[in-house]
């Protein structure tokens, strides 16, 4: 349940700061460090740091998103099933 909000919560952040940071670049002003936007994504926040570069056209061209945040998913839904199918693989293997 709290793992559950925590996810939600954090990815709706990630659109958040990804909107923010868009609206940032067009006014040339200050903006999010690209290292707290992968921070977010690597924190479990990749799903809304991917919709939000999608949505706003935004971070598009930088490798570190562009395969950087896809690479993170594929990691982290690898880590889930692991740690889902983990103690299956234990009770096979006794």
Same mark, same amino acid.
């Given at each position: 349940?709290?793992?559950?909000?925590? %996810?939600?919560?954090?990815?709706?952040?990630?659109?958040?700061?990804? +909107?923010?940071? $868009?609206? $940032?670049?067009?006014?040339?002003?200050?903006?999010?460090?690209?290292?707290?936007?992968?921070?977010? +994504?690597?924190?479990? @926040? %990749?799903?809304?740091?991917?919709?939000?570069? $999608?949505?706003?056209?935004?971070?598009?061209?930088?490798?570190? %998103?562009?395969? @950087? !945040?896809?690479?993170?998913?594929?990691?982290?839904?690898?880590?889930?099933?692991?740690?889902? %199918?983990?103690?299956?693989?234990?009770?096979? !293997?006794?």
């Amino acid at each position: 349940m709290i793992f559950g909000l925590f %996810f939600i919560f954090i990815n709706i952040i990630g659109i958040l700061l990804m +909107a923010y940071d $868009k609206e $940032k670049s067009r006014d040339k002003s200050w903006r999010i460090p690209e290292r707290n936007l992968i921070l977010i +994504a690597f924190v479990g @926040g %990749f799903i809304g740091i991917y919709f939000g570069m $999608k949505w706003f056209r935004h971070k598009t061209r930088h490798g570190k %998103f562009k395969y @950087g !945040v896809p690479s993170i998913i594929v990691l982290q839904i690898f880590i889930i099933c692991w740690v889902m %199918f983990q103690p299956a693989v234990e009770i096979l !293997v006794s």
